[in-house]
T-cell receptor
Framework: DTGVSQDPRHKITKRGQNVTFRCDPI?????LYWYRQTLGQGPEFLTY????????KSRLLSDRFSAERPKGSFSTLEIQRTEQGDSAMYLC?????????????FGQGTRLTVV | DQQVKQNSPSLSVQEGRISILNCDYT??????FLWYKKYPAEGPTFLIS?????DKNEDGRFTVFLNKSAKHLSLHIVPSQPGDSAVYFC??????????FGKGNQVVVIP
């Protein structure tokens, strides 16, 4: 499968616990994005990487959130001390910088439920 | 602040008829606009896009129209098919960076 892959698909955690999600982008894509989607809303930008460099972070990304893309391939998003408000679908997308069309390809998402 | 706005959260249309989805934006810096389709429990899937230098782009049953002066775009689906039933998101970007999404429109195509 050559699409964007996210793991796990679902995660239930207790408030205060740490969670980590993984995203494997399309192999030749150098840009990787994280978005968050809550019920009734569109995806909201969190952060993006070009290769291994994290180029932009949204103000939505509090200090409890950290993202890495150590070798410019897969990425991880960690949430520390989870809160109920963190419950959402976390979407990863990838794209190829320099192409005329800027469509990003999304994974199926990780649904986080904080209880 | 919501830079991309989609009103009329849901739309029901008879199979074979036209579906029209509307989207307004506020940021004049946006230079590329996209529509995504989303089924439940799946990530958004790219549908069609348009550059700000164009006013129309067509791909099969899908056509996107852009009115820059009104900061408005629309997606036409004709003829609508039952498999088109999904949530449709309008998105915009500039500088080939992050996407700003609207809240989405639920489309239901009635067989």
């Amino acid at each position: 499968d050559t699409g964007v892959s996210q793991d796990p698909r679902h995660k239930i955690t207790k408030r205060g616990q740490n969670v980590t999600f993984r995203c494997d982008p399309i192999s030749e894509h150098n840009r990787l994005y994280w978005y968050r989607q809550t019920l009734g809303q569109g995806p909201e930008f969190l952060t993006y990487f070009q290769n291994e460099a994290q180029l932009e972070k949204s103000r939505l990304l509090s200090d409890r959130f950290s993202a890495e893309r150590p070798k410019g391939s897969f990425s991880t998003l960690e949430i520390q001390r989870t809160e109920q408000g963190d419950s959402a679908m976390y979407l990863c997308a990838s794209s190829l910088r320099g192409t005329v069309s800027t469509e990003a390809f999304f994974g199926q998402g990780t649904r986080l439920t904080v209880v | 602040d919501q830079q991309v706005k989609q009103n009329s959260p849901s739309l029901s249309v008879q199979e074979g008829r036209i579906s029209i989805l509307n989207c307004d934006y506020t940021n004049s810096m946006f230079d590329y606009f996209l529509w995504y389709k989303k089924y439940p429990a799946e990530g958004p899937t790219f549908l069609i896009s348009i550059s700000s230098i164009k006013d129309k782009n067509e791909d099969g049953r899908f056509t996107v129209f852009l009115n820059k002066s009104a900061k408005h775009l629309s997606l036409h689906i004709v003829p609508s098919q039952p498999g088109d039933s999904a949530v449709y998101f309008c998105a915009a970007t500039y500088g080939n960076n992050r996407l700003a999404f609207g809240k989405g429109n639920q489309v239901v195509v009635i067989p």
